[in-house]
């Protein structure tokens, strides 16, 4: 878009719903009928051709995120069609990247997801919702806790049985499934089920999922805080133990929109907890074993993660072109020649570095750093209670030396 594009709104984005035309306003109904170009997906020109008088034009494919064949009509009165409310998981989002908003006006119809919680009388305050339209059924774990209402947004007909095989499978079949479908259309259609006994078919590829969850004593149920049970994560011993991997992540203080590096990442438990915390941090898991890295994919999936990025590689070789972080995390390799250098280096002003010891030339390192740079040394000492002949003591872990420190 050029530099002399007006500031007044040349384009209108018109949420439309499966009802077509009929749930238009009149205002929605003149922006389409007055402008020059409409864009929308096959569908949604469908729905409106009775009212487009410019020029249809349907999205390429693949789709073009950077919204080029609109942007190069600025000025011009341009429509753009989109399903429901543009600005949940809508087009809306893409174009609101590169068009400034005063140059844009919005009608929102009702989203999928608004009309899914009308139809089952669920507070939208209350309810969990999630996209997974294009996007790995995975994210859905992280919310699967008893008595949660969930609205997920599917990619097709296909989508439901998958959810409902993954929900029997985690301990969680006895949840009550409704599928909604082809929401305030001709063709909306309500069923339920249970998602152990799931046999709907012929389900139309646009529906909404309500998920009322229940589970068995046995289901794997993701903890809301940090230091979770060694024992969920596919582990070589190679891990973060649970209790330093809560103090870890105290340490590291993650903050919204935040990237991690995890150097040594071993079964990437640091950096999925990280993820875990807000769904706007990403991390990057930094590990030269590839056993352990395709380890890390599999926990990452299994925690409802699936964005964890896997940098396979030995450090410090393996940061460089990294995204540059918000904080890192060193739990094997730090004694390794550079790594720690390395690390600081690359960590942005005012960024945070933890780095955890076990061995003395690791806890060696370490010292100097905070002799020469500051920050905070601290010693995990953790015991277990454990049998000793035919009664209980106590039996150590290894300690932990833990230096964090915040770059100026």
């Given at each position: 878009m050029s530099a002399e594009a007006p500031s007044r709104p040349w384009l209108t984005i018109v949420g439309i719903g499966e009802d077509g035309i009929s749930g238009l306003g009149d205002e929605a109904k003149h922006a389409i009928a007055a402008a020059e170009f409409v864009f929308g997906?096959?569908?949604?020109?469908?729905?409106?051709?009775?009212?487009?008088?410019?020029?249809?034009?349907?999205?390429?494919?693949?789709?073009?995120?950077?919204?080029?064949?609109?942007?190069?009509?600025?000025g011009r009165n341009v429509c753009v069609l989109a399903s429901g409310d543009p600005f949940f998981h809508g087009v809306g989002t893409n174009l609101a990247r590169v068009i400034p908003p005063?140059?844009?006006?919005?009608?929102?119809?009702?989203?999928?997801?608004?009309?899914?919680a009308a139809r089952m009388g669920w507070a939208l305050q209350d309810v969990e919702t999630v996209s997974l339209h294009g996007r790995p059924i995975d994210l859905i774990r992280t919310l699967l806790h008893p008595g949660a209402r969930i609205l997920a947004l599917t990619s097709d007909g296909e989508a439901p049985a998958a959810i409902a095989a993954m929900l029997a499978e985690l301990g969680f079949g006895p949840s009550r499934i409704t599928v909604l479908e082809a929401l305030g259309g001709p063709n909306e259609r309500i069923r339920s089920t249970r998602?152990?006994?799931?046999?709907?078919?012929?389900i139309n590829p646009l529906n909404v999922l309500a998920l009322e969850i229940e589970s068995i004593p046995q289901a794997r149920i993701l903890p809301l805080t940090p230091g979770i049970a060694d024992d969920l994560f596919e582990h070589d011993g190679q891990i973060t133990k649970r209790e330093v991997r809560a103090l870890t992540l105290s340490a590291l203080s993650p903050r919204r929109?935040?990237?991690?590096?995890?150097?040594?990442?071993?079964?990437?438990?640091?950096?999925?907890?990280w993820m875990l915390a807000h769904p706007s941090l990403h991390a990057i898991?930094?590990?030269?074993?590839?056993?352990?890295?395709?380890?890390?994919?599999?926990?990452?999936a299994a925690f409802g993660v699936p964005g964890l990025t896997i940098a396979h590689g030995a450090a410090p070789a393996a940061l460089a072109g990294l995204e540059t972080p918000d904080a890192i995390f060193i739990g094997g390799g730090g004694s390794?020649?550079?790594?720690?250098?390395?690390?600081?280096?690359?960590?942005?002003?005012?960024?945070?570095?933890?780095?955890?010891?076990?061995?003395?030339?690791?806890?060696?390192?370490?010292?100097?750093?905070?002799?020469?740079?500051?920050?905070?040394?601290?010693r995990i000492s953790v015991a277990r209670a454990a049998p000793v002949g035919t009664m209980t003591g106590w039996k150590p872990a290894m300690p932990v030396t833990q230096w964090s420190w915040e770059k100026p």
């Open positions: 997906g096959a569908r949604h020109l469908e729905l409106a051709a009775a009212l487009i008088g410019g020029e249809a034009r349907q999205w390429p494919k693949p789709f073009d995120a950077a919204m080029s064949a609109v942007t190069a009509l600025a005063e140059q844009i006006r919005a009608i929102p119809a009702p989203s999928s997801i608004s009309l899914a998602a152990a006994s799931f046999d709907l078919e012929n929109g935040e990237l991690l590096w995890d150097i040594g990442a071993g079964a990437g438990s640091v950096a999925i907890e898991a930094i590990e030269a074993d590839a056993e352990r890295a395709a380890r890390i994919t599999r926990n990452a390794d020649p550079g790594v720690l250098d390395a690390a600081i280096q690359a960590l942005r002003p005012g960024g945070r570095l933890v780095a955890n010891a076990v061995t003395l030339e690791m806890e060696a390192l370490l010292i100097a750093r905070h002799a020469a740079l500051g920050g905070t040394l601290t």
